[in-house]
């Protein structure tokens, strides 16, 4: 298994041109917000028995999330730890504009225009964006951008 930083080196390097970065950090955590709005948004019912123990386990988002963390703690503890942190606030996020929105059309109008941004980016860029090669690196462009804008280099 690569480590953090081979994942981050490798997926950099379709990463460089300061616009495209700029997209990406915001048309990533848009996606992955949305993503986790969109599991949300898939009926429960055969998650019902876990809504006696909490509701907020009730749903197939914070199961999706689960095997997500799964993965990023792998990687990193600290990694694991602020993804923890950000898919907390994709999770009450997207509860506070269920109360508002149906979630399955916000989450599909904010997929659809952070893929548009995504794609964009690349183009400027003058790169294939790095899940082409390989579906891994739809998980570690959200950990490259908090990562790169909390860093404290």
Same mark, same amino acid.
């Given at each position: 298994?690569?480590?953090?930083?081979?994942?981050?080196?490798?997926?950099?390097?379709?990463?460089?041109?300061?616009?495209?970065?700029? #997209?990406?950090? *915001?048309?990533?955590? !848009?996606?992955?917000?949305? =993503?986790?709005?969109?599991?949300? @948004? %898939?009926?429960?019912?055969?998650?019902?028995?876990?809504?006696?123990?909490?509701?907020?386990?009730?749903?197939?988002?914070?199961?999706?999330?689960?095997?997500?963390?799964?993965?990023?703690?792998?990687?990193?503890?600290?990694?694991?730890?602020?993804?923890?942190?950000?898919?907390? #606030?994709?999770? *009450?996020?997207?509860? !506070?504009?269920?109360?508002? =929105?149906?979630?399955?059309?916000? @989450? %599909?109008?904010?997929?659809?225009?952070?893929?548009?941004?995504?794609?964009?980016?690349?183009?400027?860029?003058?790169?294939?964006?790095?899940?082409?090669?390989?579906?891994?690196?739809?998980?570690?462009?959200?950990?490259?951008?908090?990562?790169?804008?909390?860093?404290?280099?």
């Amino acid at each position: 298994m690569k480590t953090l930083a081979e994942w981050f080196e490798e997926y950099s390097v379709s990463h460089k041109n300061l616009t495209n970065k700029k #997209i990406h950090y *915001i048309c990533v955590p !848009l996606i992955f917000f949305s =993503v986790v709005g969109l599991f949300m @948004s %898939i009926p429960s019912g055969v998650l019902s028995p876990l809504a006696s123990l909490n509701p907020a386990l009730a749903n197939w988002a914070f199961v999706a999330l689960l095997l997500v963390l799964f993965f990023y703690f792998r990687l990193s503890l600290v990694m694991g730890i602020k993804m923890t942190f950000f898919t907390a #606030i994709c999770l *009450i996020g997207n509860y !506070l504009v269920s109360q508002y =929105v149906p979630l399955v059309w916000f @989450s %599909i109008i904010v997929f659809t225009v952070g893929w548009i941004g995504q794609f964009y980016g690349h183009k400027i860029e003058g790169k294939k964006p790095s899940f082409i090669k390989d579906l891994q690196f739809l998980l570690i462009g959200p950990a490259w951008v908090i990562h790169s804008v909390f860093s404290t280099k």
